[in-house]
């Protein structure tokens, strides 16, 4: 049965073969709402660089290379759900070599149901990476107004020889009075202190 989605998640499919890449898109079906083939890899990068993809097959190898290489190289530099499809012969030393990246690998030949199944860890995977990279910028942006806060306070102690807990109720007041967050209100302290 296939998992059901919001159908948003986009797929990037790349294979030589036109026939593989056809039946990837059928057994796909709904799962994704948008699909995209490339047949190299250099045309696959091409198309990463452009545009941001949710999950990437690569049926190796490619008429270009491997795409192993380039599978390892793309997990580590993009947050996206990778799926490698190898023959049974080298699926343990890629698997291996794929350990703590992210990346699935499955043998070939691939029933539509394992390909089902492997698209639906990638779509729980990509939601997983965009909460985390969501909760990242949500701290960064966080650490970043703690910063701005914090130079604030330090300016305040310095040229106006204020406490630290002085300090810490200016800025919460000036904002209180101005209607602004503490990062707006501390913001402007710097600029109206670093001018004396």
């Given at each position: ?6 159908n948003n998640s986009s797929l990037l499919i790349v294979a030589s073969s036109q026939n593989t890449t056809n039946s990837i898109k ?128 330090c300016l305040l102690i310095e040229r106006q020889h204020l406490s630290e807990e002085q300090a810490h109720y200016y800025v919460e ?24």
């Open positions: 049965m296939p998992i059901s989605t919001k059928q057994v796909m079906g709904g799962l994704f709402g948008k699909v995209a083939v490339a047949d190299t890899m250099v045309l696959a990068k091409q198309k990463l660089a452009a545009e941001h993809y949710d999950s990437l097959i690569i049926n190796a190898p490619l008429t270009d290379e491997n795409g192993i290489q380039a599978a390892l190289d793309i997990a580590a530099r993009l947050p996206i759900g990778i799926l490698l499809l190898v023959s049974g012969e080298i699926f343990d030393k890629v698997a291996y070599r794929a350990k703590n990246t992210g990346i699935f690998v499955i043998s070939r030949p691939v029933k539509g149901q394992q390909l089902i199944e492997a698209a639906g860890i990638l779509i729980t995977m990509q939601r997983r990476l965009d909460q985390m990279a969501l909760e990242n910028q949500k701290l960064r942006r966080r650490l970043d107004d703690m910063e701005i806060i914090t130079r604030a306070k007041k000036y904002a209180m009075d101005g209607s602004v967050t503490k990062r707006e209100a501390a913001m402007e302290i710097i600029a109206r202190l670093d001018e004396l």
